[in-house]
């Protein structure tokens, strides 16, 4: 244990996702030891980003502006959204270079164990653009965990009467992976997903 502002510092950073006690430590002390510029640089990014980042009032992705670039881009297919959970997965999405429609983020996933249900979710939002006869298509791009998959199901429950093509991304087994270490859900998936090839 250190005192005073070092510890302060490291327990600051050890609340970031993924950084544990060790990982805070090393990054505090690097912060500390390096050229005060690093560190004053960081700090003025930091406060620049929470003044400035907002969330797109169309599609919740974070942005700078009201609307974020993907929402106003002319080029972009209106007729599709994606839901994902969070904007970090519209980037990985994006990296595809598969997907020209819009997006929704609906800001998590559902989780009774940590109280977020539907209406934790910005499933409303989701509801209020479906009504645009525009749109034909929502496909959910939810993780395949537990929490994306119920959020999933009853998105797929709550679109159902509704004249809107639904699809949900294919899963199951990675490139370059082994059968044998394949957990029973995904190659499950793998065999609901095959496609024929001849």
Same mark, same amino acid.
């Given at each position: 244990?250190?005192?005073?502002? +070092?510890?302060?510092?490291?327990?600051?950073?050890?609340?970031?996702? @993924?950084?544990? &006690?060790?990982?805070?430590?090393?990054?505090?002390?690097?912060? +500390?030891? $390096?050229? *005060?510029?690093?560190?004053?640089?960081?700090?003025?990014?930091?406060?620049?980003?929470? %003044?400035?980042?907002?969330?797109?009032? +169309?599609? @919740?992705?974070?942005?700078? #502006? /009201?609307?974020?670039?993907?929402? $106003?881009? &002319?080029?972009?297919?209106?007729?599709?959204?994606?839901?994902?959970?969070?904007?970090?997965?519209?980037?990985?999405?994006?990296?595809?270079?598969?997907?020209?429609?819009?997006?929704?983020?609906? @800001?998590?996933?559902?989780?009774? !164990?940590?109280?977020?249900?539907?209406?934790?979710?910005? !499933?409303?939002?989701?509801?209020?653009?479906?009504?645009? &006869?525009? !749109?034909?298509?929502?496909?959910?791009?939810?993780?395949?965990?537990? %929490?994306?998959?119920? $959020?999933? #199901?009853?998105?797929?429950?709550?679109?159902?009467?509704?004249? +809107? #093509?639904? $699809?949900?991304?294919? *899963?199951?087994?990675?490139?370059?992976?082994?059968? /044998?270490?394949?957990?029973?859900?995904?190659?499950?998936?793998?065999?609901?997903?095959?496609?024929?090839?001849?």
């Amino acid at each position: 244990m250190y005192d005073g502002v +070092i510890q302060e510092l490291m327990d600051q950073l050890g609340k970031l996702p @993924g950084i544990g &006690p060790k990982s805070a430590q090393r990054i505090a002390f690097h912060l +500390i030891e $390096t050229d *005060s510029d690093v560190a004053l640089d960081l700090a003025d990014v930091l406060r620049e980003a929470k %003044e400035k980042v907002r969330f797109c009032e +169309i599609c @919740g992705n974070v942005s700078e #502006t /009201e609307k974020c670039s993907i929402c $106003t881009d &002319p080029k972009r297919e209106t007729v599709s959204i994606c839901v994902v959970e969070d904007s970090k997965d519209i980037n990985a999405i994006e990296r595809t270079r598969e997907f020209r429609g819009t997006y929704h983020v609906l @800001g998590g996933a559902i989780s009774p !164990i940590i109280g977020i249900g539907p209406d934790q979710l910005r !499933i409303k939002d989701l509801l209020k653009r479906l009504s645009n &006869p525009e !749109i034909k298509e929502v496909i959910l791009a939810t993780n395949p965990n537990l %929490e994306g998959e119920a $959020t999933a #199901t009853y998105l797929i429950r709550l679109l159902g009467s509704m004249e +809107i #093509t639904v $699809t949900k991304l294919a *899963s199951g087994l990675p490139v370059g992976g082994d059968l /044998e270490y394949a957990d029973d859900m995904t190659l499950g998936r793998a065999f609901e997903g095959r496609k024929q090839v001849n």
